[in-house]
Nanobody, 125 residues
Framework: QVQLVESGGGLVQAGGSLRLACTASTRTFNYAMGWFRQAPGKEREFVAT????????YYADTVKGRFTISRDNAKNTVYLQMNSLKLEDTAVYYC???????????????????WGQGTQVTVSS
């Protein structure tokens, strides 16, 4: 069982930046780590994922070029740097750990593995 705890959410103006962090209760080097988000009234959607050794990253088209995912396996932590935030980025952001390769998480845009409790990101105009 992997427990994930997110931090770093908050309120930011459009065009601003936030950095999310997710720390795991166990070693993360066996898992692809990623972020999903869920806006009010919408289904949870894929945002980004990073391979076990941090060699490969994948992004949703809606965030590509604005968000950067990274990880520090020594700290069991994954990060999501969010720049140029838009109103439509407002959502609860969930950290994810999946035993499948990151490319499989990306291609399926789905995970049924381990989730954090979520952190709210609100972008205001």
């Amino acid at each position: 069982q992997v427990q994930l705890v997110e931090s770093g959410g908050g309120l930011v103006q459009a065009g601003g930046s936030l950095r999310l962090a997710c720390t795991a209760s166990t070693r993360t080097f066996n898992y692809a780590m990623g972020w999903f988000r869920q806006a009010p009234g919408k289904e949870r959607e894929f945002v980004a994922t990073i391979s076990r050794a941090a060699l490969t990253t994948y992004y949703a088209d809606t965030v590509k070029g604005r968000f950067t995912i990274s990880r520090d396996n020594a700290k069991n932590t994954v990060y999501l740097q969010m720049n140029s935030l838009k109103l439509e980025d407002t959502a609860v952001y969930y950290c994810n750990a999946d035993w499948r390769p990151a490319r499989d998480v990306y291609s399926s845009k789905y995970s049924n593995a381990f989730w954090g409790q979520g952190t709210q990101v609100t972008v205001s105009s």
